[in-house]
């Protein structure tokens, strides 16, 4: 099963910076690819909110919301994906989630083609 950690999160006064990290891993299998790499956030009682995305060939999207603040960037070697925050403001304080499509092979020769279930999201709060 292929698993992301998120990391980075933490407490910002505004107009701060952070730098999130999500790694991408998997157990008895090999990654041949990951497809789109997209970071969500999510607030209590709303549904995941998209964010920023990245395709395999470094193409990116963003939110109306970040645009101009964040950054979404892939390591393929490393499997991951990051997200840098500028300018933070309160409104950014949600529980940050990425997520991902992969193909990967297991070792009886099998691919299998999926997308990563949720994490446990690293928080991110915006407060003076």
């Known amino acids: 099963q292929v698993q992301l950690v998120e990391s980075g999160g933490g407490l910002v006064q505004p107009g701060g910076s952070l730098k999130l990290s999500c790694l991408v891993s998997?157990?008895?299998?090999?990654?041949?690819?990951?497809?789109?790499m997209e970071w969500f956030r999510k607030v209590p009682g709303k549904e995941h909110d998209l964010v920023a995305s990245?395709?395999?060939?470094?193409?990116?999207n963003y939110a109306d919301s970040v645009k101009g603040r964040f950054t979404i960037s892939r390591d393929n070697a490393k499997k991951a994906v990051y997200l840098q925050m500028d300018s933070l403001k309160p409104d950014d304080t949600a529980v940050y989630f990425c997520?991902?499509?992969?193909?990967?092979?297991?070792?009886?020769?099998?691919?299998?083609?999926?997308?990563?279930?949720w994490g446990q999201g690293t928080r991110v709060t915006v407060s003076s």
């Open positions: 997520r991902t499509d992969y193909v990967i092979q297991t070792f009886d020769g099998t691919l299998v083609a999926g997308r990563t279930s």
């Open positions: 998997v157990e008895s299998a090999a990654i041949l690819r990951m497809d789109t």
């Open positions: 990245i395709t395999s060939t470094g193409g990116t």
